[in-house]
């Protein structure tokens, strides 16, 4: 049988939880920030986004918000999802050793609550794009939209979408059996999409 992938996002509502960093933290040093390091050396906070007319709006109230405030996957400005600890467990189950992954774990508050969340972070460039069905830039090695190869990513059961290496990437692929053991465990906060471009 053929093996499936899909996208991972967080799921969206309006508003939006999300985990803040301090205001005087870039978001845009997350990785130099993380180097050597398991852990974010800084709590994140609970809040939420909403979407408005003039754009979002951040606050830090939750009173009215109907989805769960501690859901399994957390949004995060830093364009990344960070999972609950029943989330990275599930993922952990489905490894098969080729991924070169690891966890950093980060603190996040609300009022007088806490719980760890965990930002995945790839040590090594999976090599998984399927170079003949890429789509290139003009008269460039360039790629603008990668096709994956069947084969490589059999091996594994998480890889990022960008083909450009990062760390820690904005998006990831993960194998069906992640999502559907996801779905029976009833983890919150997460949404699907198939992929298609593999060859």
């Known amino acids: ?10 799921k969206y509502v309006n508003p939006t939880v999300t985990a803040f960093p301090p205001e005087e933290v ?3 040093d997350l990785e130099k920030t993380v180097r050597d390091k398991d852990s974010l050396p800084y709590d994140l906070t609970l809040g939420k986004f909403t979407t408005v007319r003039k754009g979002l709006e951040k606050s830090f109230d939750l009173d009215d918000v109907r989805q769960p405030i501690w859901p399994d996957y957390l949004n995060s400005p830093y364009a990344v999802g960070l999972f609950s600890r029943r989330f990275r467990d599930v993922v952990r189950q489905h490894l098969t050793g080729l991924e070169h992954i690891d966890w950093i774990r980060c603190h996040v508050t609300y009022r007088s609550e806490a719980e760890d969340y965990f930002m995945l972070r790839f ?3 999976p090599d998984v794009v399927d170079h003949t069905h890429s789509l290139y830039a003009h008269n460039s090695d360039h790629i603008l939209i990668p096709a994956f190869c069947a084969e490589k990513i059999s091996k594994v059961s998480v890889f990022p979408r960008s083909v450009y290496f990062t760390e ?3 998006l990831v692929i993960v194998r069906n059996d992640i999502r559907l053991h996801a779905m029976r465990e009833g983890l919150t906060g997460m949404s699907f999409k198939k992929l298609t471009n593999i060859f």
């Open 26 to 28: 870039n978001i845009l």
């Open 1 to 10: 049988m053929k093996m499936t992938y899909h996208f991972l996002y967080v």
């Open 168 to 170: 820690i990437p904005s």
């Open 123 to 125: 040590l090594s460039a």
